[in-house]
């Protein structure tokens, strides 16, 4: 297991310097499993941007249709055959059909009664439920098609992150086709088994581990550092469940131990001005020896407020080339006092 990096160096005569000659560095790292790269580069503004909730919150709420006084009239209802209940329910937590699905079992986990939750106020019992409620529409789905064996839970919380409607809720889809990037891990992994002999997850545990470079700590049965290659602006955060090949061989105390871990995230987004990110989970395949199922937690924000500008560009939309604004050890650095 190798992580590469090239840096590279740019002259320019500089106008703030009375255009003396300038240097500055910029970085190309390789994704220790896959090779994909990321840069890392320097930018005018690093800090994140939060726009005030207020006006969104009450621009939204009446035509909200996850709300409590809408979700049963509004939202779809599966099939007896696939949910004999119509819909999924614990606690707050709601499962309905998406009414413009990504996959043939494509669904949304509505997450709270209420309309808007700050970072700050989301609890551990409301992230477990949740979480384990979407788990539970994958054993749905997998009892009517054995094919649909990837269950993909993800979260875009906020503006930024794309997210259409301010009432937090999850993306939940059980698929055969689990996408490019989980695709390419998966059979990088394998390969790495086969031709090494060795559990990359495992090695990559234990390596961050001991570098302590981008490690952050455990939360329970759970192993959280920042990634090596980033795919956001801002970094990310991998969440490792060591041992667990699938998400639908995640228990009820390692959902618990992901939630804990998630508000310690949250605790450290509040102090950085974060207000919005995506979340992923990145199953595998079920019954084998060479994956473990992790999640990447990807703070979004607008590179310029003031223009409302998008932190994905041309770089990352068409090119596929992921670039970062701060380096993953600094990242570290500053999240670790929340573990």
Wanted: hydrophobic content about 40%; some cysteine.
């Amino acid at each position: 297991m190798e992580f590469k990096s090239t840096r590279k160096t740019t002259r320019f005569l500089d106008p703030r310097a009375g255009f003396a000659e300038t240097r500055v560095e910029s970085e190309v790292r390789l994704h220790p499993l896959t090779g994909r790269t990321s840069r890392v580069a320097h930018f005018s503004v690093r800090g994140a941007s939060r726009p005030d909730p207020e006006g969104l919150i009450a621009a939204t709420r009446e035509n909200c249709p996850f709300c409590p006084e809408a979700i049963d009239r509004v939202t779809p209802m599966f099939p007896a055959d696939l949910v004999p209940q119509g819909r999924l329910r614990r606690n707050e937590a709601t499962v309905v059909p998406n009414l413009f699905p990504y996959d043939a079992y494509s669904a949304l986990t509505i997450m709270t009664r209420d309309h808007y939750v700050p970072l700050s106020a989301f609890t551990q019992e409301c992230l477990s439920d949740a979480f384990g409620l979407s788990l539970a529409f994958f054993e749905q789905a997998a009892g009517d098609d054995s094919e649909a064996a990837y269950g993909l839970i993800n979260w875009n919380y906020m503006p930024y992150s794309g997210g259409s409607q301010i009432h937090p809720h999850l993306q939940v889809y059980a698929t055969a086709t689990p996408g490019n990037l989980l695709s390419a891990e998966i059979a990088a992994s394998r390969a790495y088994r086969e031709q090494n002999g060795r559990h990359f997850w495992a090695e990559l545990t234990t390596r961050e581990k001991q570098a302590g470079e981008r490690y952050l700590g455990e939360v329970g049965s759970t192993l959280w550092c920042t990634a090596f290659a980033p795919l956001g602006v801002l970094g990310d955060i991998v969440a490792i469940f060591p041992g667990s090949c699938s998400c639908r061989d995640l228990t009820s105390r390692q959902i618990g131990d992901f939630a804990r871990g998630l508000l310690k995230v949250f605790a450290y987004y509040e102090s950085a001005g974060i207000g919005s990110f995506n979340l992923a989970f990145y199953p595998g395949p079920e019954k084998q020896d060479y994956f473990w199922t992790h999640a990447v937690v990807s703070a979004r924000t607008s590179i310029n407020p003031l223009v409302h500008a998008s932190d994905i560009n041309t770089l990352q939309h068409l090119y596929g080339e992921p670039f970062c604004i701060v380096t993953p050890e600094e990242l570290a650095g500053e999240v670790r006092a929340f573990f």
